[in-house]
C-alpha cells in the first residue's frame, strides 16, 4: 500500500473540500505543528486531534494503519536517534511531530486525488509563472509524491534484509537506506534528462 497517492472515496466534510483550500489549511496546520508542538503533552494532544481527522473524513482504521506504517518505523527510528543524542523527552517530540505531519499530508492525498492536487498547485502559482514554470513545479511535486511510496518499498526490503541478517542498531539500517535512496534519485535524474526534461 503506497504512503501516499491513495486516494479513498468518500462524501466527507473533507472530502468536499477544494484541493486548494485544502493545501493552503495544510500549509497552515503543518506550520503551526512545528512550532506549537514542542513537549510531549501538546504532541499527545496533535496526535489526538490527527485521530479525530481521520475519524471525520471516515478512513477505514485498516487502511490507515497500512498507510502510515511506513512512517512510524521512520519515526522510531529516527526517535531513537534523538534518544541517545537528546533524551527521551526530545525523542518524543521530534518523533510525534513527524507523525502528525505526515499523517495529515497522507489524510489530505487520501481525501483529494492526485490529480487535483496537482493542478491546484499548477492554478496557485500562475501569477508567478514569470518567476517560476508552474508546470515543472507541478511536475516535481508529482515526482516526490510517487517517490515516497518507492522509498517505502526501499525500507520495507532493507527491515526484511536487516532481521534476516539478525542485525541490530539505527545506522545498519538508515546508512542503506539513504543510499538505496540516492541511487534511485540518480536515476529517476538519468531518466528524466534523457527525455530532455532539464531543457
Given at each position: 500500500?503506497?504512503?501516499?497517492?491513495?486516494?479513498?472515496?468518500?462524501?466527507?466534510?473533507?472530502?468536499?473540500?477544494?484541493?486548494?483550500?485544502?493545501?493552503?489549511?495544510?500549509?497552515?496546520?503543518?506550520?503551526?505543528?512545528?512550532?506549537?508542538?514542542?513537549?510531549?503533552?501538546?504532541?499527545?494532544?496533535?496526535?489526538?486531534?490527527?485521530?479525530?481527522?481521520?475519524?471525520?473524513?471516515?478512513?477505514?482504521?485498516?487502511?490507515?494503519?497500512?498507510?502510515?506504517?511506513?512512517?512510524?518505523?521512520?519515526?522510531?527510528?529516527?526517535?531513537?536517534?534523538?534518544?541517545?543524542?537528546?533524551?527521551?523527552?526530545r525523542a518524543v517530540v521530534v518523533g510525534?511531530?513527524?507523525?502528525?505531519?505526515?499523517?495529515?499530508?497522507?489524510?489530505?492525498?487520501?481525501?483529494?486525488?492526485?490529480?487535483?492536487?496537482?493542478?491546484?498547485?499548477e492554478r496557485g502559482l500562475r501569477p508567478?509563472?514569470?518567476?517560476?514554470?508552474?508546470?515543472?513545479?507541478?511536475?516535481?511535486?508529482?515526482?516526490?509524491v510517487r517517490s515516497v511510496p518507492v522509498?517505502?518499498?526501499?525500507?520495507?526490503?532493507?527491515?526484511?534484509?536487516?532481521?534476516?541478517?539478525?542485525?541490530?542498531?539505527?545506522?545498519?539500517?538508515?546508512?542503506?537506506?539513504?543510499?538505496?535512496?540516492?541511487?534511485?534519485?540518480?536515476?529517476?535524474?538519468?531518466?528524466?534528462?534523457?527525455?530532455?526534461?532539464?531543457?
Open positions: 500500500m503506497s504512503l501516499v497517492g491513495t486516494w479513498v472515496p468518500g462524501s466527507s466534510v473533507l472530502h468536499r473540500v477544494p484541493a486548494g483550500p485544502k493545501l493552503v489549511g495544510l500549509a497552515a496546520v503543518e506550520v503551526a505543528v512545528a512550532l506549537a508542538v514542542r513537549t510531549p503533552a501538546a504532541v499527545a494532544v496533535a496526535a489526538v486531534a490527527t485521530v479525530a481527522a481521520y475519524a471525520l473524513a471516515r478512513v477505514p482504521v485498516p487502511t490507515a494503519a497500512r498507510m502510515l506504517r511506513p512512517i512510524a518505523v521512520v519515526a522510531v527510528l529516527v526517535g531513537a536517534a534523538q534518544w541517545v543524542y537528546a533524551g527521551p523527552e510525534g511531530q513527524l507523525v502528525v505531519a505526515v499523517a495529515l499530508a497522507v489524510l489530505v492525498t487520501v481525501t483529494t486525488r492526485t490529480s487535483a492536487l496537482l493542478d491546484a498547485v508567478l509563472r514569470r518567476v517560476v514554470d508552474p508546470g515543472r513545479v507541478a511536475l516535481t511535486l508529482a515526482l516526490a522509498v517505502a518499498h526501499l525500507l520495507g526490503e532493507l527491515r526484511e534484509a536487516h532481521r534476516a541478517r539478525g542485525a541490530t542498531g539505527v545506522t545498519t539500517l538508515g546508512v542503506p537506506l539513504v543510499v538505496r535512496t540516492v541511487q534511485h534519485a540518480e536515476a529517476l535524474g538519468e531518466a528524466l534528462a534523457a527525455r530532455g526534461v532539464d531543457d
